[in-house]
């Protein structure tokens, strides 16, 4: 194969895509061809080694996410008027929780300190996490208020 035809063959194949998608698409390409040349052809020439094909397919500098600071975070939590919306906002700073994990939980999830998530992100059945014991305290009285029953959601 010729580089022409593996150019061609990248640029109709990543058409449309972002440039982290069409370096990926590269570097396959490109360990796929030195795989063969490693295990079966000694002599075969890498056609996507070529200076072009690199600097085309280059991958662009990927921004850094802005941190906010803890100070930042308490000060977002206590502008935060709603109770049941500053706990949400809490039980995520604070429990390392994600807001679909937040949404889940349901009174029966909850013991004392201790949050049991059901089918989380990870992949499995269950975690747990452990939150402060004053965050916990304002959430079993934001139940109560609300006389949740077991089994439903808590933030519905």
Not at 19 to 36: A, M
Not at 124 to 131: M, W
Request: charge should be positive; hydrophobic fraction near 35%.
């Amino acid at each position: 194969m010729l580089p022409d035809e593996i150019l061609s063959f990248l640029t109709h194949l990543t058409e449309g895509n972002k440039q982290l998608t069409k370096h990926t698409r590269y570097s396959y390409l490109s360990s796929f061809f030195n795989f063969i040349k490693n295990n079966n052809e000694p002599s075969l020439q890498n056609p996507c080694d070529n200076p072009m094909m690199r600097k085309l397919f280059k991958i662009s500098e990927i921004p850094q996410w802005k941190i906010l600071e803890k100070e930042v975070v308490d000060e977002i939590i206590f502008r935060t008027i709603k109770p049941r919306n500053r706990l949400i906002l809490e039980l995520m700073a604070r429990g390392g929780m994600r807001i679909g994990e937040v949404l889940k939980l349901t009174p029966a999830d909850v013991d004392d300190r201790k949050l049991t998530l059901r089918e989380p992100k990870s992949g499995r059945s269950q975690e747990v996490v452990f939150i402060p014991q004053k965050l916990a305290d304002r959430l079993k009285e934001y139940i109560r208020e609300k006389e949740s029953k077991s089994e439903e959601r808590i933030f519905p």
